[in-house]
């Protein structure tokens, strides 16, 4: 990757799969540990630990939402740790990834 | 009852929509086109069974609400018998397919609405009521005979009073139960100049929109045929020999208990004969996450529905004139 | 005025919708469902609008367009000014949350038709012209109020001009008014008899459709009542004041200025009285970034209409009556 | 034909649509309104002419079929010839633009049947028929021609025949093919009293729910206006002239080998004046890949049918009037 | 990144663009390499070798769809040599990239 | 990551979040830099530093768009170059990552 310090900041992409119902009570959590920026995408299916769940079913509609989360290295060890517990009862998914966050837009992270 | 009889839009639109997913059509309504007409088909029934209730007395509807948790609760039970003792299905499975069974289709009480208009035979208003009741006693008998095939396995029990309490509020609060009994709640209290401005849209086109939701079920019901080798010939045997016996039961109970019409019989038969897919579901795959949902959605969607639309109501019918000694 | 003539269905439909949010159910309406409705029941009331216009002279028309423009500028100001005075609030969210109470809920008006058409009263062709034309000057005289604002903070005002070059746009190209408007002018220039073939689709329906309408605000209004906290009492108090200010206006402008009857009276009041929800949160979103959307969509969602719908209405039209002397 | 005539709703809603692009407004309809409006109104037409088709004998319909296939063969081979022949248009292009020439627009015919209806002007039940049919053909002769095409340019023609069956398969069990088929057979069979039930929804209220697919088409077609430049001052012109080709052949066929009334002479001549844009863009997004469908698209929604709905349905009436001698 | 393997697992993400019509067939073919999680996301669009794709579009609808799927390394090698046959005659998009698996939620890879 | 070159191509993998208004605008804006694939999901909601956005909010619908885009580091450099200005002015997001093309379907990249 091209490493310009002017363009470029070295950062965590945190990326969570979670029922769509709880995506209130997710992201009422990440505002406890103060995140400034996140994207959703609502509708989405699966597979996991828990069967399938599959959108638009018309008897039974199950639903992920996948969120995305852009922060500093710090940060990120504070919403992995916060996010762990809630993790264990909601079930899902959570990966972390490096990135690298292009300077341009206002920063919310 | 000639063939003609049985040329039913809402059933000829059932059958339209299966075709065409047997023959692989790209035709596929929206889902959210489904949910729409959904939440205006469960407010129509609501609306009219209603305000038809206020021409009774309310002491009239009893024997009908006796009769649905008698359903509610006797199907599932007998069910659960035939699945584990003839079937051999294991036990949280069983369980979760029962409740479905204690349960009614709003889909098909309306096609059997739609049939007996066809014909131009009246009924009674109060199967209405009991359309509205049965879903939720079978949610809660499906998750007593969860606990108790657990209890038998002898598996974890931690965590079911929770449990009880979350599907008792469930049972009560489910988006569709509670706009049946709400919409018959406003039909049986607003005016009659009221509901007139409101019939052309919730009566007089209702059942040309019934034929759009038979034509969507009929496509659903074709998808999971796919499914019926994965589900075994067992259970696809008992998802027609289950809503026969509940029809049974049905035109006893409509016939020598509740001594309705025919057309009141028929409707009380297609009830008991009938299995949900609205809200059991759901309730099942949060109180017996252990079953295989694929299970219960082809039994219900795929045998017992379409079984009950094309064959059963017209047979019930029959049984019904026949019992009547028309 | 007994008690029955409350229980107008799209009334208790609301009901229903709040009901259902208080209990949390999991009752939903797909959201595209409510766009369909919205986009249907604004060509609806603008199609009877245009057609009912054209029975009148135009002229007639004329004072209840200069009343829509002092209520859609004047009203603003006044909201301004008690949220600064008495609350103390912010002068940007003062001004984003003003702009709305100058402009006018579609939603609240029809129900006040559905409410004179429950009970049998008429009413004057005009304030459908008002309820098109007062949403476009509350967004200017917000963005205007903004700027003042700003001046008075001694912040940055850069860029002003492209803004309200950009706002006085979208407020004529916004899609909810633009459908308001040009149905107005399809109603108004069709012949009877092809009026007569859209009539069923855009007129009988039409009360109920308003329902399912009513029964998604509900569920909004339900939703938004969490949030009365965050709000303030201030707020919350203000939401219920400002439309029995607006509607004290709108009393004496219908009774004495424009001199409608008792019907039209109400329908002026509630105009007056009501908030938007439509075309001005997104604009006030756009000219008034720094304000904070969840006050005045918790102001405008979860009190007002509410408040209009359930208390106002009826109250409004006994003080019309009232006025009349009936 | 006086300008009152043209004042037809469904047609200015086609115009507030486009309006509503040319100015920019944020006006947008939700896709799945749209797909739902064409799932109803493609069963509305099915049964309205399935029911008036048994009321006729069947020999009379099949020269409408004869007609049909003629024009779903000829005038895609005429398209080309004049797109290769004058246009010097790439034959791959040629060809898939060819194919929608060939069939038909559901859009432009139930506009066609507004505006008959609108000045009551009655019509035969064949065209309905016709409708049906004619997308069918013209996708088998869009591959004919692209396979033409293929060889003529010396590429490879591998997997043709696997393509010829699956188009095939493709154009008998599209989703809105089948629907219109399977509707007018629903149509044709059932009752009088079951048919009266569903009038109300396929029927009564018809012309106004045509009136919001017109304006979200009309949304669509000024969306398109954008890309005239691409698509070139050639193609733009073939977009105008080619209805009117069609429109020729139309009267002929439809005034002298059919016999038909005005009505069924407009209506026949709409058929072939007008271009698919439901079955055959994707049938040749697939069958003729190379082809830029930008190409295709602009022309069918952008230039041909908002001709035929504002200039030529007018236009072709007064031909078959004409030719009446009325 | 933070570095605790009582924390964090290395993963391997892998995520697929594909037709969405074609999405039924990629679900079963996982299946057979034995994937035990998986998210999607339909109703996707966007720009290829066959042009582009555009969802809602009115007459000529094309939608894409969004796989993404976290698993040990061993299990991405195999998924990867299954895929790699079925995207030629598919299209669509194959990339994959490092992760780490936050612990907590039940283990579905 | 397993290694070989005749599976794998080095990438850059762009994920870009903006308000779906401007969607039309960034796209034409990624082809002046003769991008030849992209990805991308309508209907996302989010918080940033011009707070929170919700899809299907009935009075104010604000709706993000998600674009992902593969290519090769050369261009990867010249497509944020030519993002960064018009992102300052859009706002949302744009991150950079490191990822593997998996060889198979036609290269659009
Ligand atoms: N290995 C995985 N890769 C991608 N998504 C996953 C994975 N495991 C779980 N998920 C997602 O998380 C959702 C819930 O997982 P679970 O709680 O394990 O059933 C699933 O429906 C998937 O969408
Ligand atoms: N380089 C790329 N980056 C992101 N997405 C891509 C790329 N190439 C292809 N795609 C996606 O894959 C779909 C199908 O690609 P194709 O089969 O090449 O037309 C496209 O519509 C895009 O959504
Ligand atoms: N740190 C972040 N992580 C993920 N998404 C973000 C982040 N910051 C901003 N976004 C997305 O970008 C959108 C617009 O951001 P903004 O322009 O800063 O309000 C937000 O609504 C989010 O969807
Ligand atoms: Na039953
Ligand atoms: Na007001
Ligand atoms: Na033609």
Chains 1, 5, 6 share one sequence.
Not at chain 2, 50 to 75: C, N
Request: proline share 5%; net charge neutral; glycine share 12%.
């Amino acid at each position: 990757m091209f490493n310009r310090a002017d363009v470029l900041i070295s950062m965590i992409r945190i990326e969570i799969v979670i029922d769509e119902e709880k995506l209130g009570d997710l992201i009422a959590l990440l505002r406890t540990v103060d995140v400034r920026g996140y994207t959703f995408m609502r509708h989405g299916g699966g597979l996991g630990s828990r069967g399938e769940r599959r959108p638009d079913d018309i008897a039974l509609e199950e639903r992920n939402a996948i969120v995305i989360l852009a922060c500093e290295e710090k940060q990120a060890e504070r919403v992995v740790m916060a996010l762990r517990p809630k993790l264990k009862e909601y079930g899902g998914m959570c990966l972390m990834s490096d990135c690298k966050w292009v300077i341009g837009p206002a920063a919310s992270y | 009852m000639s063939i003609t009889s049985l040329l039913v839009p809402a059933i000829l639109f059932f059958a339209l929509g299966m075709f065409a997913q047997v023959i692989k059509s790209d035709l596929k309504f929206p889902p959210d086109m489904h949910k729409m007409i959904v939440i205006y088909l469960l407010i129509g029934i609501g609306l009219h069974g209603g305000k038809a209730l206020t021409q009774g007395s309310m002491g009239d509807a009893l024997p009908a609400v006796g009769a649905a948790f008698l359903f509610g609760i006797g199907l599932p039970i007998l069910a659960y018998i035939i699945l584990r003792g003839l079937g051999k299905i294991d036990p949280l499975n069983a369980a979760a397919i029962s409740a479905h069974y204690g349960s009614v289709s709003a889909g098909t009480y309306m096609t059997a609405v739609a049939f007996l208009g066809g014909i131009g035979v009246t009924f009674e208003a109060y199967p209405v009521i009991m359309l509205a009741i049965m879903e939720s006693p079978a949610i809660m008998i499906g998750l007593v005979l969860a606990g108790y095939s657990r209890k038998v396995m002898g598996g974890a029990t931690k965590g079911e009073k929770g449990m009880y309490m979350h599907l008792l509020r469930e049972a009560f609060t489910n988006g569709s139960i509670l706009l049946l009994f709400c919409s018959m709640g406003i039909g049986a209290v607003v005016s009659d100049p009221s509901y007139h401005k409101i019939e052309p849209f919730f009566e007089t086109i209702f059942m040309g929109a019934l034929c759009l939701f038979l034509c969507d079920m009929g496509m659903e019901a074709g998808k999971r045929l796919s499914e019926f080798k994965a589900v075994g010939v067992f259970l696809v045997c008992f998802g027609i020999a289950m809503p026969l016996i509940g029809a049974i039961c049905g035109l006893m109970v409509g016939h020598f208990w509740l001594g309705y019409s025919v057309g009141g019989v028929t409707l009380v038969t297609v009830l008991a004969a009938s299995c949900s897919y609205i809200a059991v579901p759901p309730a099942m795959r949060l109180a017996v996450p252990e079953a295989n949902p694929s299970f219960y959605l082809t039994l219900s969607l795929g045998v017992t529905f379409p079984f009950n639309v094309v064959i059963g109501i017209p047979l019930y019918y029959g049984a019904a004139q026949y019992l009547a000694g028309v």
